[in-house]
């Protein structure tokens, strides 16, 4: 997605170990007009009857809200990372591990939210070793729901995740796949 | 707001503690056209000229992402609750009692996302005890910018949050301001 691409070169910061900082439009501070037009890239990647969103809290909250405008405002669902007194139904739930934090942790989602009767498509705003991903596809899996596919904002194509995500036969689209930035510069794959 | 309180009463679920359950349509899963129309009504209630939305992670950003549409696009910033190694220039920090998950936590912001030339209005889902809303007017008030107001989805009349923050003069707008359910019976403060 070259307008995503070129605000990420515009905007975006990198720092030792590969981490992308994008912080000023994506994930702490939020651009609305790009949330929108990558929203409608989405819709227009998955063109499937989708019923439900499924996304992580925090920074995919934003994305697949926004988003959610270009699938006739169907339902977004997000998984949790924290047990919290809301949280008393029954749960599916999954592992993550995260390299940013530095620590491992529990995802949950309410089973009432993801019926066997839902197309599903995850949204999230990164996607590196793929561990959050693979941990929403499991809560997909584990609610018998179908998924339809995974859309990434951006994809760090020097990390696993997005080989391993595939491999899987899921139908995974990242609207930008960064390179290794070899000399501290910036350069995508051709897609 | 009638269309929210018809919808709590509808689908919200009344637990012990006066605990209210909204993560059907609010903060677990969320309705996106309601949030939409939680937008166009902040917008009427706070029609002033606003530069940016500040929430708090996890659940006001799916509240504020949709309502920023309203508010001409303008950025949208949350606050995060906890450290990551994508967290590195210059904080604003403030302290957070959290009642559901049992814990205090800070709270951070970058202070880039905060100028003294804003004019910020906070969103967020809940206001119960009024912990993490008076965590974010200290992070506006240390940002040094002007804070246009705050509105709230759902206040919980029957605990003291609204009234400390009115107290400091701020201008508070809770859309469905839900009384002691006594009897567990829910009933709404009239506005």
């Given at each position: 997605?070259?307008?995503?691409?070129?605000?990420?070169?515009?905007?975006?910061?990198?720092?030792?170990?590969?981490?992308?900082?994008?912080?000023s439009f994506l994930n702490h501070q939020m651009d609305i007009g790009l949330l929108q037009e990558i929203g409608k890239e989405f819709r227009r990647?998955?063109?499937?009857?989708?019923?439900?969103?499924?996304?992580?809290?925090?920074?995919?909250?934003?994305?697949?809200?926004?988003?959610?405008?270009?699938?006739?405002?169907?339902?977004?669902?997000?998984?949790?990372?924290?047990?919290?007194?809301?949280?008393?139904?029954?749960?599916?739930?999954?592992?993550?591990?995260?390299?940013?934090?530095?620590?491992?942790?529990?995802?949950?989602?309410?089973?009432?939210?993801?019926?066997?009767?839902?197309?599903?498509?995850?949204?999230?705003?990164?996607?590196?070793?793929?561990?959050?991903?693979?941990?929403?596809?499991?809560?997909?899996?584990?609610?018998?729901?179908?998924?339809?596919?995974?859309?990434?904002?951006?994809?760090?194509?020097?990390?696993?995740?997005?080989?391993?995500?595939?491999?899987?036969?899921?139908?995974?689209?990242?609207?930008?796949?960064?390179?290794?930035?070899?000399?501290?510069?910036?350069?995508?794959?051709?897609?």
């Open positions: 997605m070259k307008l995503l691409e070129e605000r990420i070169l515009k905007d975006g910061v990198l720092k030792d170990g590969g981490i992308l900082k994008v912080d990647l998955f063109p499937e009857n989708i019923t439900r969103i499924l996304t992580i809290e925090a920074s995919g909250i934003g994305i697949a809200t926004i988003a959610a405008q270009y699938f006739d405002n169907i339902p977004v669902v997000f998984a949790k990372k924290s047990m919290s007194k809301n949280l008393d139904g029954d749960l599916l739930t999954s592992k993550v591990i995260s390299y940013t934090k530095g620590l491992e942790f529990d995802i949950f989602v309410e089973k009432k939210f993801l019926s066997p009767d839902d197309n599903i498509l995850i949204i999230d705003d990164f996607l590196a070793n793929g561990q959050a991903l693979n941990g929403l596809i499991d809560l997909v899996n584990g609610s018998g729901a179908n998924l339809i596919g995974c859309g990434i904002v951006i994809e760090k194509g020097f990390q696993d995740g997005g080989q391993i995500i595939r491999d899987k036969g899921v139908h995974l689209e990242s609207l930008a796949i960064v390179e290794d930035p070899k000399d501290g510069k910036l350069c995508f794959r051709k897609q």
